[in-house]
């Protein structure tokens, strides 16, 4: 399995923005990081994980959930096996442990099926 590891989570408050970033390292079976799809996800207290999207292998297309998609951007650059999540207009139920994730596909990672591998997660709280 790729290795995958989230920074940038901290305290924001309500209204900001904060950018994460998750960094891959190593490979599986002949496949390297553009060969993913990759995914970020987040887990409020209590509450199940929760899809927030996509980029596919190359960075040409993003998808999002309904909940995020006209706050969080995501983006990948290959060549330093980095994918980030912008998050802007941040809220506080924003607050959660957000991870990234590597998969094939996006029909199966939007349903938290199919994913190889996690990172362990970064925590992200905004207060009011």
């Known amino acids: 399995q790729i290795q995958l590891l989230e920074s940038g989570g901290g305290l924001v408050q309500a209204g900001g923005s904060l950018r994460l970033s998750c960094v891959a390292s190593?490979?599986?079976?002949?496949?390297?990081?553009?060969?993913?799809?990759m995914g970020w996800f987040r887990q409020a207290p209590g509450k199940e994980r929760e899809f927030l999207g996509a980029?596919?292998?190359?960075?040409?297309?993003?998808y999002y959930a309904d909940s995020v998609k006209d706050r969080f951007a995501i983006s990948r650059d290959n060549a330093e096996t980095t994918v980030h999540l912008q998050m802007n207009e941040m809220k506080s139920e924003d607050t959660a442990t957000y991870y990234c994730?590597?998969?094939?596909?996006?029909?199966?990672?939007?349903?938290?099926?199919?994913?190889?591998?996690w990172g362990q997660g970064t925590q992200v709280t905004v207060s009011s």
């Open positions: 994730g590597a998969g094939l596909t996006i029909a199966q990672m939007s349903h938290l099926l199919g994913v190889e591998s």
């Open positions: 190593g490979h599986t079976s002949g496949r390297t990081f553009s060969d993913y799809i």
């Open positions: 980029i596919n292998f190359s960075g040409s297309h993003t």
